[in-house]
Structures are given as C-alpha cells and as structure tokens.
Nanobody
C-alpha cells in the first residue's frame, strides 16, 4: 500500500506565495522521480515540475524561476514553493511519484488526491 498526501494549498492573492508538500508513506522500496501536476476545472492535467532522486529539476516554462521544487529523501517528502502566484496558477495540484513497491515490482507512478490552490485577481 502506497499513500501520497498533499497539503499546503489554499486561497492566496495575486503575487502571494504557498508551499505545497507531498508525503509518501507505506510500501516504497525505491522512489525515483517525483513531480507536480496541476489541473484547472475543465482543463487537461498539466505537468508543472519534476525532481529526480539525485535532485535534478525541470520546470514548466511558465513557472520556472517562480516555483522551486525540492525533496527530502529521508522523509519521503517533496515540496513545491510557489511564489509570485497568478490567477492562471489556480487549480488542483497533484503529486506524482515513480516508485517500486518491492524489489520484484516494476516501477510505476502513484498519485496523490490533490490540494486546491486558488489565486485571486
């Protein structure tokens, strides 16, 4: 059993900041890449940022320099520090984790339930 729990969402004004976290618990033999996605109402899910097990990062161009991503492997936790928020950033933010549940299992992705981020104009 693998569980991913996101937290830190909320309502913030234009230009404000939020820090999202994603904590993994349960069976996790090996965690590889971790990523954040977001989904606005009626829109397709959009990739936002990725951090590898070694700490390498990649970002959606529109959030680059605004949303640094980080992780603590000892805590199985990932964060997304969202700064200079815009209304266009509004949506449900979901964490994605690639992991193996045990040494025999294939690597696959797991998803959290999401946390709502709302940025007012």
């Amino acid at each position: 059993q693998v569980q991913l729990v996101e937290s830190g969402g909320g309502l913030v004004q234009f230009g404000g900041s939020l820090r999202l976290s994603c904590a993994a618990s349960g069976s996790a033999y090996r965690i590889s890449d971790m990523a954040w996605y977001r989904q606005a109402p009626g829109k397709q899910r959009e990739w936002v940022a990725t951090i590898t097990s070694g700490g390498g990062t990649n970002y959606l161009e529109s959030v680059k320099d605004r949303f640094p991503i980080s992780r603590d492997n000892a805590k199985n936790t990932m964060w997304l520090q969202m700064n200079s928020l815009k209304p266009e950033d509004t949506g449900v933010y979901l964490c994605q984790v690639y992991l193996q549940r045990n040494r025999y299992a294939a690597q696959r992705d797991y998803w959290g339930q999401g946390t709502q981020v709302t940025v007012s104009s």
